[in-house]
């Protein structure tokens, strides 16, 4: 494990500049990206918008495609690949499944079959449960209690009410992850689990459960970026040595491939990029601001209204006058802009799953040096979610720390 980091963080640090850039602000510099590759631009510069959309949507042609004008890149898929997890049989209860999306009934399922493959403990510890969705799952199938941490106490009380009506063994507790006090949820005959942790609360459940020699501990981290520090803190001790620091911003770069929504919500995100790109230009331009003006999150009845009406909007937002002008014009400029943004962009997706096994693997290192025997795994495939990775750590029994 520790050699993989070090091979993934030496490539990560050589070809920085292919990923360590925001394609939204790059987009509308006018700078060449790229001298160092000049058939990687010409390459870039040929793709037609339906070249670019359908690239979007097939990583590994992008990669194929890459690799063959970057032949170092070819290692990428060796660098990112992880086993698929076992799975148990889940014995299926309709009533349990009460209330929970499909796709996120899915999520649960699967991470629900690993954990009960895998389980080691006489009791479960739900992280950040919500409702308790993944514990009744788990109670169900293990006959074993489980406790549901929840920040929410409206959830709380949901979920108990839940578990009463079907004679569960869960018992709800409120609290606050980074109040110390929860420290005291967790002990060493615990199977501790999450889907979907986020940023530092999976950062806490790890940093709890190992100070307490919680016997397992398994969970799907996401959000990276929502992290009280301004950069990346490393967990382990190469990652705490590398050079790599990463901001808020890049810890966004995994988070940006996404399975959800429809072509609606892509057409919304298409049309409000480019108001938003559009707009820059206008006010570059036409009233020669040379920074960037953040605007506010926009209703998206709004975007229907068209683009003078975003700019109208936008104006009284932040107070600036717009002048008589051509606002189509600007529209165009904003959709092109759109497009060179995409082209940037499909560079940088080849390096998200990079980035993510990175983060992954120093709070794997952390745990194994905390006295664990950890294996890292893909507990479902990316069409149910694209943060599928799991982490499962199992305390070293032959191990004194």
Not at 59 to 67: A, G, N, R, T, V
Not at 243 to 270: A, C, D, M, N, Y
Request: charged residues 20%; aromatic residues 10%.
């Amino acid at each position: 494990m520790q050699s993989r980091f070090q091979t993934l963080d030496k490539f990560l640090i050589t070809h920085q500049s292919l990923w360590r850039f925001e394609a939204f602000f790059q987009c509308f510099e006018g700078t060449l990206l790229w001298p160092q590759y000049p058939q990687l631009n010409n390459w870039l510069n040929t793709l037609s918008v339906e070249n670019i959309d359908r690239l979007k949507n097939n990583p590994d042609e992008i990669l194929d495609q890459l690799s063959n004008l970057i032949p170092e890149l070819r290692i990428i898929p060796e660098l990112a690949y992880l086993p698929t997890a076992q799975h148990a049989v889940l014995e299926r209860n309709i009533a349990l499944e009460a209330g929970i999306p499909g796709r996120k009934l899915n999520q649960i399922h699967a991470l629900g079959q690993c954990v009960l493959s895998h389980h080691h403990g006489r009791e479960w510890l739900e992280w950040c449960s919500g409702k308790g969705y993944l514990g009744r799952i788990l109670a169900f199938n293990s006959n074993l209690p489980v406790v549901s941490f929840e920040y929410q106490q409206e959830l709380c009380d949901s979920g108990q009410k839940d578990a009463e009506h079907l004679s569960l063994p869960m018992t709800f507790v409120q609290g606050d992850a980074f109040d110390l006090k929860s420290a005291e949820v967790f002990h060493s005959e615990q199977h501790a689990v999450a889907l979907h942790a986020c940023g530092d609360l999976h950062v806490q459940l790890m940093r709890y459960a190992s100070r307490a020699k919680t016997k397992t501990i398994s969970f799907s981290p996401c959000c990276y970026h929502l992290t009280q520090g301004d950069t990346y803190l490393a967990q382990s001790m190469l990652g705490k040595h590398s050079k790599l620091r990463l901001t808020k911003q890049e810890l966004r770069i995994p988070l940006q491939e996404t399975v959800t929504g429809g072509e609606r919500v892509k057409r919304h995100r298409q049309q409000e990029m480019s108001f938003r790109l559009g707009l820059n230009a206008l006010l570059n331009e036409a009233l020669a601001v040379n920074e960037y003006i953040p605007i506010p999150s926009i209703k998206k009845s709004l975007l229907s209204e068209g683009f003078e009406a975003f700019c109208v909007w936008a104006s009284e937002q932040k107070g600036f006058d717009l002048p008589d002008i051509n606002f189509s014009h600007y529209e165009k400029i904003g959709v092109e802009r759109f497009w060179q943004m995409e082209r940037l962009s499909l560079v940088q997706q080849c390096f998200r799953r990079l980035l993510e096994i990175w983060l992954v693997l120093d709070k794997a290192m952390f745990l194994q040096e905390s006295g664990y025997r950890v294996e890292l795994s893909e507990f479902c495939k990316r069409e149910s979610t694209p943060r599928n990775i799991l982490i499962h750590a199992v305390r070293d029994q032959n191990r004194q720390s």
